[in-house]
């Protein structure tokens, strides 16, 4: 009908002309929008994965950053303390012992083998340090209370934990992941929040662990946590979000709504031993 | 180039589709020319027919490049319901000898919106593969922009034909549509052998010289 009123006005060739640069700009039209909102989008997607490949390097480079620093400690330990100890041990026992007194020799005797036992148990705590025997042993509630009880017997905070479902105990490497979380969480709170007590609370639903850590402390929340994880500062923190990555685990800063207590609440799958 | 295709590709199903699309089109021509030597007002028929076999082979490729949901799945009925609506049109409304411009221009519509739905399926979709380097893309974009150029004139033909200045601008824009359409095609086609090749060179195994290299050592 339309067509039909143009036709008298514009001639047929008009209307045909019109209407189909019409339909064909309409159809370039489409065309670019469509190639143009894909790049921009696949532009965006980029930057979003840059973004993400920048902050798994930054994960990676604390993770290296950690283990060196780790490295040099155990370093230091056995060049500083154990180095020293075998040193002096080694005196007692020089070439001239065998032509000293009887009891010059047994004094000297005595007194490196007292180095020796030192330095036994200076390396063993360096072991320790690095794998605690309580944990593969006995498990993590186990090494979580060995921890507690050292923190407790300081007499500076008050530390408590209570695990209500381990029956099922985690694999070694995730055990050794989660605490060294705790591990590093309670660090934090020592040294940074002035808290007066710390309680771990363990508990799991279904195929999920959960921790929680209560202080009374100054604590973190999940903005304050989720900034320094993309800081250059905080190490601490950065080992422990690439753990809680390896657990395939989330975590999270919160604080009670009395705004008395802060809490930190690890969320791991569980994975039954073999 | 046919044949480089077919033997290449052998197993993708779309590119099958559009090379016989291009195969009928080509033999279309040649008969419409040869009846309209003798002057046969048998041509209208052959256009009818290449209208619904133009649109069946349309809606497989369409049907092979969607991704699975409702749309897809409809596309059968969308078919079969053309198939009909050109049956009842041709016995029960049109006359005899005469432009199909009521089917042309349903094809038209049903060709715009499925188009318009795989470029919106794009869209959306996560690939990050740019959308122009692929052969679908450029297949979709040679029939929107072919049916968008002849929207009006199919519409038109059945009653303006007998005008001699629209008979002038139905074979201008006719041609003009159908070798924008061969471009884009050809466009295609060498996005495809582009492809081909970089897979054909990506998929040879650089074994050759280390096992020369280790029968020399042996």
């Known amino acids: 009908m339309f067509f039909l009123q143009v036709k008298t006005t514009l001639g047929i060739s008009s209307v045909l002309v019109l209407g189909t640069l019409g339909m064909f700009f309409m159809a370039i039209t489409l065309v670019s929008i469509v190639v143009f909102h894909q790049r921009r989008v696949i532009r965006f997607n980029k930057q979003i994965q840059k973004m993400e490949e920048e902050r798994q390097q930054m994960l990676l480079r604390a993770s290296i950053q950690f283990q060196e620093e780790e490295r040099q400690r155990i370093a230091a330990d056995l060049h500083d303390d154990a180095g020293p100890l075998l040193a002096t041990a080694r005196l007692y026992l020089n070439e001239n012992l065998i032509h000293q007194e009887p009891a010059v020799q047994l004094q000297a005797i005595f007194s490196a083998k007292q180095i020796i036992d030192d330095s036994i148990q200076l390396i063993r705590n360096i072991s320790h340090s690095l794998m605690p025997p309580t944990l593969k042993n006995f498990g993590l509630e186990a090494a979580i209370k060995d921890l507690f009880e050292k923190i407790n017997g300081s007499g500076v905070i008050n530390a408590s934990a209570r695990f209500h479902d381990n029956r099922q105990r985690l694999n070694d490497e995730k055990e050794l992941l989660i605490f060294r979380i705790l591990q590093?969480?309670?660090?934090?709170?020592?040294?940074h929040s002035s808290a007066g007590f710390i309680h771990l609370t363990q508990n799991a639903q279904g195929n999920i662990v959960y921790f929680r850590i209560h202080h009374?402390?100054?604590?973190?929340?999940?903005?304050?946590?989720?900034?320094?994880?993309?800081?250059?500062t905080g190490l601490g923190l950065k080992n422990i979000q690439s753990r809680i990555r390896v657990l395939r685990g989330k975590i999270f800063f919160e604080i009670d709504n009395t705004h008395t207590y802060y809490k930190v609440t690890i969320e791991v799958p569980r994975e039954l031993i073999k | 180039m046919f044949y480089f295709l077919f033997k290449r590709n052998s197993k993708d199903k779309a590119l099958r589709v559009i090379l016989l699309y291009i195969l009928y089109c080509i033999v279309n021509e040649g008969m419409s020319l040869y009846l309209q030597s003798f002057g046969s007002p048998n041509t209208v028929y052959l256009f009818l027919l290449f209208t619904i076999v133009e649109y069946s082979f349309f809606c497989y490729f369409i049907y092979l490049i969607l991704p699975?949901?409702?749309?897809?799945?409809?596309?059968?009925?969308?078919?079969?319901?053309?198939l009909l609506f050109a049956f009842i049109d041709y016995v029960f409304f049109s006359k005899p000898r005469e432009w199909d411009s009521i089917v042309s221009g349903v094809e038209c519509i049903i060709v715009f919106f499925l188009c318009i739905y795989y470029l919106y399926s794009?869209?959306?979709?996560?690939?990050?593969?740019?959308?122009?380097?692929?052969?679908?893309?450029?297949?979709?974009?040679?029939?929107?922009?072919?049916?968008?150029?002849?929207?009006?004139?199919?519409?038109?033909a059945d009653r303006m034909m007998s005008n001699p200045a629209f008979q002038k601008l139905y074979f201008i824009i006719n041609i003009s549509f159908n070798i924008l359409k061969n471009i884009l095609l050809c466009v295609a086609m060498t996005m495809k052998l582009n492809h081909t090749v970089k897979q054909q060179k990506s998929v040879i195994p650089d074994l050759g010289d280390d096992l020369l290299f280790t029968n020399k050592i042996n």
């Open chain 2, 68 to 82: 699975r949901d409702l749309i897809k799945k409809s596309i059968f009925y969308i078919w079969v319901g053309f």
């Open chain 1, 184 to 191: 590093e969480l309670v660090t934090n709170i020592i040294k």
């Open chain 1, 216 to 232: 009374d402390g100054k604590g973190i929340l999940q903005k304050d946590f989720e900034k320094m994880e993309h800081d250059s």
């Open chain 2, 122 to 156: 794009q869209i959306k979709g996560t690939d990050s593969l740019l959308i122009y380097s692929t052969f679908n893309f450029w297949i979709v974009i040679a029939f929107l922009i072919y049916f968008s150029g002849t929207f009006f004139l199919y519409l038109m």
